[in-house]
């Protein structure tokens, strides 16, 4: 059986994916950080259904306590095949004139520092013994170009962990690092709670049926691509996803 550790597992696209790959009979590890209770509820429920899956606590910004969850699933003889970067704090929408230094830091340490010492833990502990490892991250199609307006920080920190990621393979793919970087469209999550309802609906109004895409169909591409890793390779794999005509 192989396993999979999700950041963010415990809300919107990282549940959605934990709940894809966990139906795939893949290990779930569900990483949370405030969402010990959700976690451990999205646990119990794939319990029920007969899969096997954890909640694992992975607090971006605490190196240190990241490290003794990992250290806590080596000893109990776990090994990790996939790692899903879907944590983010939620992005505070302003214009690129009022975008504060506070917020490049907030989305900056998950988005990047906190995943980038993962995904070096998760390297040197798991994937680098099994000579293997593939590794998929969360981006945003407000990352296009040109970028979405006002979400400065954003869109800086999700182009900063495409690079991270860019950089990883270049030096690690010739050992079996393998990479997928996903761009949905907006998805109905609690990240959304953030944006004011009338920004919502003149977006989802240009949207085919007017719908944003679902946290299931989201999950469902990114859980095919779990299964379906791509070739080892210094590029990444690139999976956008829209909504459906
Ligand atoms: N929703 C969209 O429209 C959309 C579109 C494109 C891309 N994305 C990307 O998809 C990913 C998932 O977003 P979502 O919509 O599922 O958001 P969400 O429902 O708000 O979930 C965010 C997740 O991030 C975790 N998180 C936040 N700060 C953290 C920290 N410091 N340490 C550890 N975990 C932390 C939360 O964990 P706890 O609740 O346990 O604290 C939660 O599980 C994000 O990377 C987002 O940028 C979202």
């Not at 990047?112 to 945003?140: D, P």
Request: hydrophobic share 40%; aromatic share 6%; with cysteine.
């Amino acid at each position: 059986m192989k396993t999979v550790l999700i950041t963010g597992g415990s809300s919107g696209i990282g549940q959605a994916v934990a709940l894809q790959a966990s139906q795939k009979g893949w290990h779930v590890l569900v990483g949370y950080d405030q969402g010990q209770e959700r976690a451990q509820r999205i646990v119990d429920a794939f319990h029920t259904a007969g899969g096997k899956a954890d909640a694992v606590h992975l607090p971006l910004k605490d190196p240190a306590r990241m490290d003794q969850s990992l250290s806590l699933l080596s000893t109990s003889g776990r090994t990790i095949h996939a790692l899903v970067l879907s944590a983010s704090p939620r992005p505070v929408l302003a214009s690129f004139l009022k975008t504060k230094s506070e917020e490049f830091l907030d989305q900056f340490i998950v988005n990047v520092v906190g995943h980038h010492h993962l995904l070096m833990e998760v390297w040197k502990r798991f994937f680098r013994n099994q000579g293997e490892g593939h590794v998929i991250a969360l981006l945003s199609a407000a990352v296009g170009a040109p970028p979405w307006p006002h979400m400065t920080a954003y869109v800086t920190a999700k182009r900063a962990l495409q690079g991270m990621i860019e950089c990883a393979l270049s030096e690690l793919s010739g050992n079996g690092l393998r990479a997928t970087l996903v761009s949905p469209d907006y998805t109905e999550t609690p990240m959304l709670l953030n944006v004011e309802p009338r920004i919502l609906e003149a977006a989802r109004a240009k949207r085919p049926a007017g719908k944003f895409l679902s946290p299931k169909e989201v999950g469902a591409a990114i859980a095919h691509h779990l299964e379906n890793p791509p070739s080892p390779g210094v590029s990444p794999e690139w999976l956008t996803i829209e909504p459906s005509r």
